[in-house]
């Protein structure tokens, strides 16, 4: 028994020291709202050449995401491309 558990600590730690880590996978397309990125005008036009881009109803789109303040654009937004694009606050 004291050699299995000997045998696992090095299997173990051989592991831990020797391994390949993964790089982070993002979606893609990364958004700072709290810089430059992040203001209406760059956000609906993000929306409108990925709703041309994933043939989405683009007009449809960018009129929910103007029919309330800049929260409301934010959710919209994060609605239809949040699989594709990550908002960072």
């Known amino acids: 028994m004291l050699g299995f558990l000997i045998y696992f600590s090095y299997i173990y730690y ?4 020797d391994m ?6 993002t979606n893609g397309i990364e958004i700072d709202l709290t810089g430059p990125q992040g203001n209406a005008y760059f956000l609906l036009g993000t929306a409108k050449n990925l709703a041309t881009q994933l043939d989405f109803p683009q007009q449809f789109i ?10 409301n654009l934010v959710k919209v937004f994060d609605k239809y491309f949040g699989s ?3 908002l960072y606050r």
């Open 14 to 17: 051989v592991n831990k020291k």
């Open 20 to 25: 390949i880590k993964q790089k982070p996978q």
């Open 62 to 71: 960018l009129n929910e995401m103007m029919s309330g303040d800049y929260e």
């Open 84 to 86: 594709i694009v990550t």
